[in-house]
Nanobody, 125 residues
């Protein structure tokens, strides 16, 4: 069974940093592009960042660009999202997703084959 497990969320003050991790089963990770999405209470799901398996290219939502970095460690089957200069509006449940790269990944209706259960990030002002 394919599994994605997020960790690293928590409570942090505005201006602080967090590094989220997504541990994936080997078969999934090595054949998949990876993405991070988030959903705040009462809001729709939002694309945050993605990294393409084939090209290594990274993509970011405007809301996090310049403050975040997505990466992957193939040896550890883990993807990461480093977030700096956190703001209260970054508060959300953050989800890791994986699958073959699709052109709609950067849109709110992106399609992903696999999902994690999410990790809560709370940024206090």
């Amino acid at each position: 069974q394919v599994q994605l497990v997020e960790s690293g969320g928590g409570l942090v003050q505005a201006g602080g940093s967090l590094r989220l991790s997504c541990a994936a089963s080997g078969r999934t990770f090595r054949s998949s592009s990876m993405a991070w999405l988030r959903q705040a209470p009462g809001k729709e799901r939002e694309f945050v960042a993605a990294i393409s398996l084939n090209t290594g290219a990274t993509y970011y939502a405007d809301s996090v660009k310049g403050r975040s970095a997505i990466s992957r460690d193939t040896a550890r089957n883990t993807a990461y999202l480093q977030m700096n200069s956190l703001k209260p509006e970054d508060t959300a449940v953050y989800y890791c997703a994986a699958g073959p790269w699709r052109s709609n990944w950067l849109s709110p209706t992106g399609e992903y084959d696999y999902w994690g259960h999410g990790t809560q990030v709370t940024v206090s002002s």
